[in-house]
């Protein structure tokens, strides 16, 4: 367990700068999906929703809500300890924000929620690490947590098989520009993860994390289409993406 001596005086929002830079040289379009997911936030349950910020990380989607909706309330639930432990230091005192650890894939994990039903269920760059069996059971359960009304909102890489030349060649595009532009201080993912395994107040959550996750998940990553046919199945009235680039959609459902 982190020294909690060395974790009050560690610089969470620093932690939080560096994640999102690392984010961001992966998606550059990063901020236009945060800002459309909270556009429709706003335009399907109002300013002062009640949000569940689903595999929360380091709370990248709670701070920007928080920021736009100061009187929205958000629980993030995620399994990665060191992500948590960022989340919880950049949070601390605010009596808006709950965080719990829980595993999405063990069918229990909604009893340690502190509320009963949202407004809002929202999840970015997460579910690609699920497998599709472990997917369809968390968006009946995601169904379950919903007022009527209510949206589901999941920001993601979504692959459409049926289009492999297009893919293909969206993909090439991206990779060579990615290893054309520096990353202006920003470090990829290896680099990101050798450096909080040498912060002290990041050392031993960071160790449990790869224990629990190995380097990537084994996910998978099915098509926009298929995220709304199951969203619909598992008792959603209403599935369509409202906002995609070449390689990410957001796709919302309404309860």
């Known amino acids: 367990m982190a020294d909690t001596s060395t974790t009050a005086t560690t610089d969470w929002q620093t932690w939080q700068k560096s994640w999102d830079r690392q984010q961001e040289w992966y998606m550059p379009d990063r901020e236009d999906r945060f800002r459309i997911m909270l556009d429709m936030v706003e335009a399907c349950v109002g300013t002062e929703p009640r949000v569940?910020?689903?595999a929360c990380g380091t709370g990248s989607i709670t701070a920007r809500l928080l920021d736009r909706f100061p009187k929205a309330t958000s629980t993030g639930v995620d399994l990665d300890p060191a992500l948590?432990?960022?989340a919880r230091g950049t949070f601390a005192g605010d009596d808006r924000v709950t965080l719990v650890e829980a595993d999405l894939k063990d069918p229990d994990?909604?009893?340690r929620l502190p509320h009963g039903v949202y407004d809002a269920v929202l999840t970015a760059t997460a579910l690609h690490w699920l497998r599709n069996?472990?997917?369809e059971a968390l968006y009946g359960q995601v169904a379950g947590l919903l007022r009527h009304g209510g949206v589901f909102m999941n920001a993601d890489s979504m692959i459409d098989d049926t289009t492999p030349r297009i893919n293909a060649a969206e993909s090439a595009l991206r990779h060579a520009?990615?290893?054309q532009v520096q990353h202006n201080g920003a470090l990829?993912?290896?680099e990101w993860w050798q450096l909080?395994?040498?912060d002290p107040a990041l050392a031993a959550?960071?160790?449990?994390?790869?224990?629990?996750?190995?380097v990537h998940a084994d996910g998978e990553m099915p098509s926009a289409a298929w995220h709304a046919r199951v969203l619909r199945e598992k008792g959603f009235a209403e599935a369509r993406p409202v906002w995609c680039s070449p390689s990410d959609t957001l796709l919302l459902a309404l309860k």
């Open 196 to 198: 909080a395994a040498q």
């Open 188 to 190: 990829d993912w290896a």
């Open 52 to 54: 569940l910020d689903l």
């Open 133 to 135: 069996e472990p997917l």
């Open 205 to 214: 959550p960071t160790a449990r994390r790869f224990e629990i996750y190995g």
């Open 84 to 86: 948590l432990t960022i």
């Open 109 to 111: 994990w909604p009893a």
């Open 177 to 179: 520009r990615r290893n």
